[in-house]
């Protein structure tokens, strides 16, 4: 079955810097495109970033473009989030998401705090 599993959060001062993975299992990860959402707290879950399948385009929210970069590694079946300059607002639990499956991992909080 499909899984998918978010490491990398943590607490951050505004300015820093965190990479998010996902490791993936259960599906041809190399044929999907995947996303990253994120959702903060008594906010509605937000996509922030997707990749295509070979990883030769990505797209970004508005709020994130110019500081969070996405990428994947097919052969490791897993998809970064490298999230630079980071803001209060940034404050989230990350996940990452596989097209045309309804679950969610467990995500991976991130704390931008001073």
Partial sequence: Q???????????????????????SGFAFSMWRMSW???????????VASITSTGDSTNYADSVKGRFTISRDNAK???????????????????????????????TQVTVSS
């Fill in 2 to 24: 499909v899984q998918l599993v978010e490491s990398g959060g943590g607490l951050v001062q505004p300015g820093g810097s965190l990479k998010l993975s996902c490791v993936a």
């Fill in 37 to 47: 959402y994120r959702q903060a707290p008594g906010k509605e879950r937000e996509l």
């Fill in 77 to 107: 079946s897993t998809v970064y989030l490298q999230l630079n300059s980071l803001k209060f607002e940034d404050t989230a639990v990350y996940y990452c998401k596989k097209p045309f499956w309804e679950g969610w991992g467990q995500g």
